[in-house]
């Protein structure tokens, strides 16, 4: 996440950058002006190429590498740790590569406000995509920036909800909650029968506070964390505080299991794997490990997912889904030219088809052609992705550093202490907001 002074300094070169950069309505830089260099080299910036996403895109543009010699391609590694603060970097000199990666929401938008990245959406309209992009892909990208545009690639989209052990329901009668009281109900059925009924990494902090959302977007409707951000509504109003209250009383009442901050990621998906807890609330990047039958030992026709479940009275709807797009990529606007032009449209070409068909990916491009063999949960997936009627943010979308940092500390706390109450947690979150820009 962006620190304040290193903000501040992004925002100050960016605009000097800007002003130098002209106000053309075209894509179309100044180097395109010139005469091209008789070689091109398009250069990604991520972490990890053993990550799919990288991996499919560095395959694609070795093809094209192969049929077009002089444009080629290079691939820089970056930990994940050092990304972000390179890419500011980068920004700061006016020398962003053509393709990077870099953190969504309030980070990304920022570049987008300085004009150094591109539009994906207006772009892919202009060189024939347009049918390329998922709608729903589109709609939660564009909601991550505030509505400004897609200044992002879809090469991830997650969906999330609760994922089940449907033999232990089977097991003691219990359907699919479609209420937050059926879901209370099936928690307390098999904690009586000595199941912990939620796996949960309170290690990684962010589980906590999607099921606090979760109950938000129940609560108030799936735009409301845009709302908050517009302040039209504050955290400390009635509906947000009885969510904080019902995810402390969950985590007091043993829901959790044991030591829960102490959980990594690892251990609660294995918990759920192994068949020691009934629900595990994760999104559809979990299915790679729940289609690995090294790691699950309950078996994929044991797995089912359900939908947040409503709240008493309230807006949300079981047609919207809380999504995420992962690590976004985005497109440099100063790179961008003819030769670009080209590239892109013979990498995302088919992208979506691909992605799934040779690595059971499921992106925010459309997928033609499903695959017969791909597993029945990664189609169960992306058939779900396919059916959102509206895609919700999650808790901290679009909170800066400091107050995402208070976000998830404070629901550790949440969680493992009834003196910190659920109003104090949400004065202290609006607290923070106040002092947001």
């Known amino acids: 996440m962006l620190k304040p002074a290193a903000a501040l300094c992004l925002i100050m070169v960016c605009c000097l950058l800007l002003a130098s950069c002209g106000g053309s309505s075209s894509y179309m830089s100044d180097k395109q002006n010139t005469i091209s260099d008789p070689e091109r080299t398009i250069h990604f910036v991520s972490s990890d190429l053993e990550e799919q996403q990288p991996r499919i895109i560095s395959e694609q543009a070795r093809a094209y590498e192969k049929q077009h ?32 990666s870099y953190e969504s929401g309030r980070p990304l938008e920022q570049l987008a406000d300085n004009g150094l990245v591109l539009d994906i959406e207006r772009l892919f309209d202009e060189i024939g995509l347009q049918h390329e992009l998922n709608p729903a892909a589109v709609k939660l990208l564009k909601s991550m920036v505030r509505g400004k545009g897609m200044y992002a690639l879809p090469l991830e989209i997650n969906i999330e909800g609760f994922w089940y052990n449907k033999d232990l329901f089977a097991r003691y009668g219990l359907p699919e909650p479609e209420t937050w009281d059926d879901l209370m109900h099936a928690a307390e059925v098999f904690q009586s029968n000595g199941i912990q009924p939620f796996a949960l990494s309170g ?38 505080v009885e969510a904080a209250a019902i995810v402390q009383r969950m985590a007091l009442q043993g829901y959790f299991g044991k030591n829960v901050n102490r959980i990594e990621m690892d251990e609660a998906s294995e918990l759920f794997l192994q068949g020691k807890a009934a629900m595990f609330y994760t999104g559809s990047w979990s299915v790679r490990d729940f289609n690995n039958p090294d790691k699950n030992h309950i078996g994929t026709d044991a797995i089912g997912l359900f939908n947040i479940p409503l709240v008493p009275e309230g807006k949300g709807t079981r047609d919207d889904w809380l999504m995420n797009a992962g690590l976004t990529t985005s497109l440099s606007a100063a790179a961008y030219d003819d030769t670009m032009k080209e590239w892109l449209k013979a990498v995302f070409t088919g992208y979506g ?5 040779e690595n059971g990916v499921i992106t925010g491009f459309n997928v033609q052609h499903m695959p017969s063999d791909i597993p029945m949960l990664t189609q169960m997936a992306q058939s779900t992705i396919d059916s959102v009627k509206n895609g919700a943010l999650w808790f901290e979308a679009l909170f800066d550093s400091e107050t995402q940092t208070v976000a998830w500390n404070n629901a550790q706390l949440l969680i493992s202490s009834s003196e910190y109450t659920p109003k104090m947690y949400m004065e202290d979150l609006q607290a923070a907001l106040d002092k947001q820009q």
């Open 69 to 100: 010699p002089t444009v080629r391609y290079e691939f820089e590694n970056v930990n994940t740790s050092d990304l972000v603060q390179k890419i500011q970097l980068l920004a700061a000199s006016n020398d962003l590569p053509e393709i990077f």
């Open 203 to 240: 290690a990684q902090k962010w589980p906590i506070t999607r099921l606090i959302n979760g109950y938000v977007i129940r609560k108030y409707g799936y735009d409301v964390m845009q709302r908050v951000d517009r302040k039209e509504i504050k955290v400390t109003d009635p509906g947000f």
């Open 353 to 357: 088809d691909k992605a799934m068909a």
